[in-house]
């Protein structure tokens, strides 16, 4: 586990406060369930996912106010990169659960953020996510066990600080077109934006 996290907003919450918000809410939990039953591997559930449930919990609001629009499923298949097999997933997960499921396999996901080199695991492929803040993923491990990832820690997260990445940091327009694209300031009124 990360070391201790230095708090700008005083909401003194932590990894495990993360998961217990998580492990709470049963809706998540089901979603949770049934990725797990798909037996993928290397597969997390990341960003509004995650994200907004703590922003949420962050501005005191309940889920339905600001709701999660899709669940971000990603896995780590290098023997079938085919689209082909990720809309095949979705489709599977949605007659276990009615949701808008978008699973993607990062052992392809080099080729669409071109990168030369494949990422190693879906946590590296999170890694580079475009906001530290989206970085962020949750799995169920077959004991029951929640597991949570975050390369770049949850300080931002959990300070409401919205950057980019370290490899969007020379590409601020995309981050930018981001920020203005999904409207979080209107959703959550506290964030603090910082390009840095």
């Known amino acids: 586990m990360p070391g201790p996290v230095k708090f700008l907003s005083g909401n003194k919450m932590d990894e495990l406060k993360i998961l217990k918000l998580i492990e ?7 979603v949770l369930r049934a990725a797990e039953s798909m037996e993928l591997p290397d597969w997390m559930i990341g960003a509004g996912f995650v994200r907004n449930k703590v922003w949420n919990h962050l501005h005191g609001y309940k889920n339905s106010e600001v709701p999660t629009a899709d669940i971000d499923l990603i896995y780590f298949n290098p023997s079938d990169i085919s689209e082909e097999k990720e809309k095949e997933l979705d489709r599977l997960l949605k007659k276990k659960m009615d949701a808008n499921w ?12 071109d990168k030369e080199a494949p990422y ?31 390369p770049h820690g949850i300080a ?41």
């Not at 978008?102 to 392809?108: E, G, I, L, T, V």
């Not at 990445?165 to 959703?187: G, L």
């Open 24 to 30: 709470d809410d049963s809706w998540m939990m089901s």
């Open 102 to 113: 978008s699973a993607k396999n990062q052992a392809r996901m080099h080729i669409k953020h």
């Open 120 to 150: 190693k695991n879906s946590e590296e492929a999170l890694s580079e996510w475009v906001e530290t803040c989206t970085c962020v993923a949750v799995r169920l491990e077959k004991d029951s066990a929640l597991k949570l990832f975050a």
């Open 156 to 196: 931002d997260l959990v300070n409401l600080v919205v950057r980019p990445v370290p490899a969007f940091m020379d590409n601020p327009e995309r981050f930018w077109a981001r920020i203005k694209n999904k409207e979080w300031e209107k959703k959550w009124p506290k964030l603090i934006i910082k390009t840095k």
